[in-house]
T-cell receptor, first 109, second 117 residues
Framework: KQEVTQIPAALSVPEGENLVLNCSFT??????LQWFRQDPGKGLTSLLL?????REQTSGRLNASLDKSSGRSTLYIAASQPGDSATYLC????????FGTGTSLTVIP | DTGVSQDPRHKITKRGQNVTFRCDPI?????LYWYRQTLGQGPEFLTY????????KSRLLSDRFSAERPKGSFSTLEIQRTEQGDSAMYLC???????????????FGPGTRLTVL
């Protein structure tokens, strides 16, 4: 069974800082990895998807990387803003679909 | 609005009652997923469909749970004889797979919050 871990569980940074969120997984037999954000009481918003054959994807201030051999993905957020405050979840698509428990990010103005 | 929609948004029921939720995916999407999320946890996969075929079910999906997607469009998730442990947010997502498109980006609906008293 795929185990997905996100560390740290919570992170608080001042506005403008660059930051990295981590996602670790135990089974490298995946089709893709997707990063989402979830705002309180709301559904999930897709941020980036990385196919298993890819190493990274970029969208605006976000960059996600994937290293299947080490079972790791990172989400890099540049020049953080208060509007980035949310819970960030990674999700893996293999034979089934597995989410991490998320990192709760607070960006302090 | 052409996003994923779910109905109802909230449902309060008494233990032992049956409940049914509906999900309408993005119209051209052939895949539809159901997840359950409890407070402080990431979503847990329940089941997914490709068109009308149910391709995978999690062991979390007990005999009291059943999902259908009869015409390959909307889907329903029914929980029979609800228990307090069924209280959670039930999320639906859809994606497009096949025909040269393999991104499988999942788009989520707002969820149905179930409270079992």
């Amino acid at each position: 069974k795929q185990e997905v871990t996100q560390i740290p569980a919570a992170l608080s940074v001042p506005e403008g800082e660059n930051l990295v969120l981590n996602c670790s997984f135990t089974d490298s037999a995946i089709y893709n990895l997707q990063w989402f954000r979830q705002d309180p009481g709301k559904g999930l918003t897709s941020l980036l998807l990385i196919q298993s054959s890819q190493r990274e994807q970029t969208s605006g201030r976000l960059n996600a990387s994937l290293d299947k051999s080490s079972g790791r993905s990172t989400l890099y957020i540049a020049a953080s803003q208060p509007g980035d405050s949310a819970t960030y979840l990674c999700a893996l698509t293999g034979n089934q679909f597995y989410f991490g428990t998320g990192t709760s990010l607070t960006v302090i103005p | 609005d052409t996003g994923v929609s779910q109905d109802p948004r909230h449902k309060i029921t008494k233990r032992g009652q049956n409940v049914t939720f509906r999900c309408d995916p993005i119209s051209e999407h052939n895949r539809l997923y159901w997840y359950r999320q409890t407070l402080g946890q990431g979503p847990e996969f329940l089941t997914y469909f490709q068109n009308e075929a149910q391709l995978e079910k999690s062991r979390l999906l007990s005999d009291r749970f059943s999902a259908e997607r009869p015409k390959g469009s909307f889907s329903t998730l029914e929980i029979q004889r609800t228990e307090q442990g069924d209280s959670a947010m039930y999320l639906c997502a859809s994606s497009l797979r096949g025909g040269g498109v393999r991104t499988d980006t999942q788009y989520f609906g707002p969820g149905t919050r179930l409270t079992v008293l």
